[in-house]
């Protein structure tokens, strides 16, 4: 799918205009982009987040000279996919993680007699 493609679908999903559809959609990744380049997170809950991932500076090897050169620092933007993106991308690596995790203990209660005592402390 494509930009094109996603203004024609929120045109004819929300009864709107193609016109209309681009300039929301213009407007949501205008938001997007500028948030990110302002350094803030955009979370989307269910979905994912954008943020901006600072990378280092680090040495590198031209591969076709051999000679060593520095690769300056950049900023970059990153996104992370949500759990629910992620589930239904992929329900059965859901499912495995679900049942990976161990069912919560709850929590031991103390005898009546140890917890008078502690309170006479």
Known sequence: MNKTDLIQHLAEKHT???AEAGRILDTL???VVASVKKGDAVVIPGFGSFKQHARAAR???NPSTGA???????????FTPGATFKAAVDPKAAAR???????????AKKPAA????AKKK
Do not use: E, R, S, Y
């Not at 140890?114 to 005592?117: C, F």
């Open 16 to 18: 709107l205009t193609k």
């Open 97 to 107: 993680k679900a049942a990976a995790k161990p069912a919560a203990k709850p929590a």
């Open 29 to 31: 990744l205008d938001v």
């Open 114 to 117: 140890k917890k008078a005592a």
């Open 68 to 78: 060593k050169i520095k690769i300056a620092a950049a900023k970059l933007p990153k």
């Open 59 to 61: 040495n590198g090897v």
